[in-house]
């Protein structure tokens, strides 16, 4: 492994041993960076109240000798105590508890963070010489945090958005002046960054477009959310139910639901295809890999799917990948609304790490330029119901025949974690020698 020459600061608040998708993709660069001449160092929170805890993420990284620095954070989920697991809140809860909070916070609710973060990050950067920050937003507060430290060090400022912030479909404005407020920030960030990272070309594009004339194409670069070769490598056990000792066409899904992704229409047209099909239900079985809202038990129930569907509850990531590795067919679903378009779940690139056939329901948008690539892909809209059910007919039959197709390693090869960080430590390289350039 070659020695790291330089040193890059992390702003990330969520961070191992959280868990869920949020902390995948800095958890990775981070782990990788130092094969490619960075030695990474992270500003993150002690975690409190949270949706899941995965202490495999962590204990990997600390293994590897990453020095992380973990500060408090005034941030509601203080109110939980510390390291606390909590449920998932009705989504109507969820849309109620984020209305008040883009009331009161300005970007949001982890604004209380800064204060500690900027203490301790000031600390950090007089202890030895960075060569450069990199914050990662959500929550958009991170973004602050690397560019207020960026300014007081001299250094340059790379911002990785896993989201749109302005025109993200899950920010809803109270008011003129708060959207005011945000583009303002959104611009000054931008403005103080060197270089800028979206998950997609359409973050991208919207990004570029609120701040043309003042940021320039140059500064942005699209690096996609990725899988994990060696989450694949050697083969995964057999824990948790996830062995095959079955002759069952086998559907997973695995992570959370969240906003207008909701498992309601893909059960729908699963129970349609087994009233069609009655003798499928010794043939189909479908799991759901990670935490489900409280009404999808009762739903489930009501369809009749009670014997076909496995919940098996939140499991940490090499469990979920073997889950994932044990399945015949895997979906996900994206949803349908303004904004949609711009979202490219992570769970999507670990499919197709896989090299499984993957069944979306998703809309016009990011996440379907990716599968529509993919030859072993099948794309549908996200609500209808009707070409859903004919979807999954279709490769139950291709199951049943062994015809289901396989995914192309090529087209999928450039989606792959230390791919993906080789590049990113490339554009550190180049922000940084930029820098050094005479004039």
């Not at 207008?260 to 893909?266: E, G, L, N």
Request: net charge neutral; hydrophobic share 45%.
């Amino acid at each position: 492994m070659p020695r790291a020459d330089r040193r890059v600061l992390i702003v990330a608040y969520y961070f191992p041993p959280m868990g869920l998708s949020g902390v995948q993709r800095i958890a990775r660069f981070v782990k990788y960076l130092p094969e490619f001449g960075w030695q990474p160092e992270v500003l993150t929170i002690d975690p409190a109240g949270y949706f899941a805890y995965d202490a495999s993420l962590l204990d990997e990284l600390m293994q590897r000798g990453i020095p992380i620095h973990r500060t408090t954070s005034l941030d509601p989920t203080r109110l939980f105590g510390r390291s606390r697991q909590v449920a998932l809140p009705a989504e109507s809860s969820r849309r109620k508890l984020a209305a008040l909070s883009h009331w009161l916070f300005v970007p949001d609710n982890k604004i209380g963070w800064m204060p500690a973060a900027l203490r301790r990050g000031r600390a950090v950067l007089a202890e030895r010489p960075f060569d450069a920050i990199l914050a990662t937003a959500p929550p958009y507060t991170a973004a602050l945090i690397g560019q207020r430290l960026a300014a007081e060090a001299h250094l340059p400022l790379a911002l990785d958005f896993r989201d749109d912030w302005v025109g993200n479909p899950r920010h809803v404005y109270p008011t003129a002046l708060h959207r005011a407020a945000h583009l303002h920030l959104e611009r000054r960030a931008l403005t103080a960054a060197g270089a800028i990272f979206t998950i997609n070309d359409r973050i991208r594009a919207a990004m570029l477009g609120r701040h043309a004339g003042v940021v320039t194409p140059e500064a942005f670069t699209v690096l996609p959310q990725g899988f994990d070769a060696a989450d694949f490598h050697p083969p995964h056990g057999t824990e948790d139910g996830a062995a095959r000792t079955d002759r069952r066409c086998r559907f997973v899904y695995s992570g959370v639901f969240y906003d207008r992704q909701k498992p309601d229409f893909f059960l729908q047209a699963l129970a349609r295809v087994l009233d069609r099909h009655p003798e499928w239900r010794d043939v189909v079985e479908a799991y759901f890999v990670g935490l489900l809202p409280a009404y999808v038990p009762a739903l489930i129930a009501s369809l009749g799917l009670g014997p076909i569907v496995t919940a098996t509850g939140y499991k940490t990531h090499p469990e979920a990948i073997r889950h994932v590795v044990a399945a015949d067919i895997l979906w996900l679903t994206v949803g349908s609304g303004p904004g949609q378009a711009q979202i490219s779940t992570s769970k999507l690139y670990e499919y197709l790490g896989t090299r499984k056939p993957i069944l979306g329901l998703v809309p016009d948008g990011a996440a379907r330029d990716v599968l529509s690539r993919d030859a072993a892909a099948l794309t549908v809209d996200p609500e209808n119901v009707p070409a859903i059910a004919e979807a999954i007919a279709m490769l139950v039959r291709g199951w049943m025949n062994g015809t289901l197709p396989q995914g192309d390693a090529t087209t999928r090869a450039p989606y792959e974690r230390r791919r993906l960080t080789e590049a990113l430590a490339g554009h550190l390289d180049d922000l940084v020698t930029s820098l050094c350039l005479p004039e």
